[in-house]
């Protein structure tokens, strides 16, 4: 059984940097893609980026290009997602969801991490 | 990139009525294989957000059949038969053909 295992709540300053991890098991990391997406309060489900661990290549939303950084370890099945500079506008939920195959289609966000309460607060 | 627009953003359901959520995307989400790269996803209280439906009417395994989805094109909707108390939470779109996949802005259930 897939499990995606996410690091604890944080509190952070402004202008600080976070990194949250999501430690797979029960799969192979190494085939599906991971993708990083967070919930601010009232607000709804936003992506902010995904790694393809096969190329180790990583896609980010224009809108945290610059700011964020997602990468993943095959060695530790293991992804990161690294938000710098933040402001009290990052306090939110963050969630890694990895695609699942059903028969003939990769499927996104069929596994989810319990997710990561980040709180910028000074 | 795609905007995924959904209606209405609030529902209030009483036990074992229906109910539909629209969900509406600024681009056709047929790719060229054929598969339409729409998803429904349910957001409990607490919870992290669960796959209900892929690729516009396909039921991911453990999915009650009282769930189902449908549509075409630019247009898409998701219908439960009989709600139940169970099925209270956020509902979302989301279109996956081109990156950024984009969520709808949600349809919070509320029931009665």
């Known amino acids: 059984q897939v499990r995606l295992l996410q690091s604890g709540a944080e509190v952070k300053e402004p202008g600080s940097s976070v990194r949250v991890s999501c430690k797979v098991s029960?799969?192979?990391?190494?085939?599906?893609?991971i993708s990083w997406v967070r919930r601010a309060p009232g607000q709804g489900l936003e992506w902010m980026g995904g790694?393809?661990?096969?190329?180790?290549?990583?896609t980010y939303a224009q809108r945290f290009q610059g700011r964020v950084a997602i990468t993943a370890d095959k060695s530790t099945t293991t992804a990161y997602m690294e938000l710098n500079s933040l402001t009290s506008e990052d306090t939110a939920v963050y969630y890694c969801?990895?695609?699942?195959?059903?028969?003939?289609?990769?499927?996104?966000?069929?596994?989810w991490g319990q997710g990561t309460l980040v709180t910028v607060s000074s | 990139d795609i905007v995924m627009t959904q209606t209405p953003l609030s529902l209030s359901v009483t036990p074992g009525q229906p109910a539909s959520i629209s969900c509406k995307s600024s681009?056709?989400?047929?790719?060229?294989?054929?598969?339409?790269?729409l998803h429904w996803y349910l957001e409990k209280a607490g919870q992290p957000p669960q796959l209900l439906i892929y690729e516009v009417s396909n039921r991911f395994p453990g999915v009650p059949d009282r769930f189902s989805g449908s549509g075409s094109g630019t247009d898409f909707t998701l219908k439960i038969s009989r709600v139940e108390a169970d099925d209270a939470g956020i509902y979302y779109c989301m279109q996956s053909l081109k990156i950024p996949p984009a969520f709808g802005q949600g349809t919070k259930v509320e029931i009665k």
């Open positions: 029960g799969d192979n990391l190494s085939i599906f893609a």
């Open positions: 681009e056709r989400l047929l790719q060229s294989d054929g598969k339409t790269h």
């Open positions: 790694v393809n661990p096969v190329f180790g290549t990583a």
């Open positions: 969801a990895r695609e699942i195959a059903i028969e003939t289609s990769m499927v996104p966000f069929g596994h």
